[in-house]
């Protein structure tokens, strides 16, 4: 994945209804409730609470589908499935998947800012 794909803006947009100002302020909550929800992953991940794990990135989960970040979206999904899993045997590699999509995504916005 590009890092300009980390952030679609076209679908953040539509996610919308077409309203520039109402995406731009979605997606700056979004990116401000990034550490707060990651902090709640992590915890529950080092704690290997895999009910917690889920309860949490189920809810970045749900922030995801309001913004244009179709990948992140995809892998919080992934993550959560995989904490419902009784031994999931990937959890770690999708764990760390997850925090790359973050920084992706981190990485976009700062880019989307400058211009």
Not at 17 to 41: N, V, Y
Not at 62 to 76: D, N, R
Not at 101 to 113: M, P, R, S
């Amino acid at each position: 994945m590009t890092l300009t794909a980390a952030i679609d803006m076209n679908l953040g947009l539509e996610l919308v209804g077409g309203r520039e100002e109402l995406a731009t302020q979605m997606l700056d909550l979004f990116i401000s409730m990034i550490p707060e929800h990651q902090t709640e992953i992590d915890t529950a991940l080092k704690n290997k609470d895999s009910k917690q794990l889920a309860a949490a990135a189920h809810k970045f989960l749900g922030a995801t589908c309001y913004v244009g970040t179709p990948y992140l979206k995809q892998i919080t999904k992934k993550l959560e499935t995989a904490a419902k899993q009784e031994n999931p045997n990937n959890l770690d590699e999708i764990y760390q998947d997850f925090c790359k999509a973050i920084n992706d995504v981190l990485a976009c916005y700062n880019e989307i800012q400058k211009t």
